[in-house]
């Protein structure tokens, strides 16, 4: 039992006050969006509550479809006689009518096309499936076990190893001329 709140039935759709806004104004650059709101609203008082977020919406509603054209910020009507807006890119190549009678070929499928089969060759059997082995092993390299049981060795002389590589041992100088 949601109650939305509707414009008043005497408020003409927003497109058309736009559109008023517009035409209404002498100046011949257009109006920009605060100017266009502040004519709605001195002309129909009784507005809705999301009357800013509207009136975005259908400016740039109006302004996609060409019936409204952006300059400097100010929305104004399209020329009649100018010529009409091309989109964005190249414009696609004039395609040449097709004669009378021609039947379209429908266009070649996605992906990689079947292998041709030559129907003089002989049938080739099927590739016979390989049994698993009767080893009871898997494929592959078989998977690394974690020893929690692993036992460290005693090191020689009590002391325990520190970590990295060991300093190198230091030799006895011999005596120079002995």
Same mark, same amino acid.
């Given at each position: ?52 977020t509207l009136l975005s919406y259908h400016l740039n509603n109006m302004k996609q ?46 992906g990689r096309p079947p292998k041709t089969v030559d129907p003089l060759a002989p ?13 009871? &092993?898997? +494929? %592959? =390299? @078989? #998977? $690394? ?6 036992? /460290? ?7 325990? &190893?520190? +970590? %990295? =590589? @060991? #300093? $190198? ?6 005596? /120079?001329?002995?």
């Amino acid at each position: 039992m949601a109650t939305e709140e509707a414009a008043p039935p005497s408020l003409p759709q927003y497109p058309e006050l736009i559109l008023a806004a517009i035409e209404s104004a002498s100046d011949k650059n257009g109006l920009n969006k605060s100017s266009i709101s502040k004519h709605i609203e001195a002309t129909y008082g009784n507005l809705p509550a999301a009357h800013s977020t509207l009136l975005s919406y259908h400016l740039n509603n109006m302004k996609q479809s060409g019936q409204l054209i952006m300059l400097k910020n100010n929305y104004l009507k399209p020329d009649p006689d100018a010529p009409p807006r091309r989109g964005r890119g190249r414009p696609p190549k004039p395609k040449d009518p097709l004669p009378p009678g021609t039947v379209v070929s429908p266009p070649r499928p996605r992906g990689r096309p079947p292998k041709t089969v030559d129907p003089l060759a002989p049938p080739v059997s099927q590739p016979k499936k390989i049994a698993p082995p009767e080893s009871g &092993r898997k +494929r %592959g =390299r @078989p #998977p $690394k076990t974690v020893n929690t049981t692993m036992k /460290v060795a005693p090191v020689a002389d009590g002391a325990r &190893r520190g +970590r %990295g =590589r @060991p #300093p $190198k041992a230091k030799m006895a100088a011999a005596p /120079v001329g002995a």
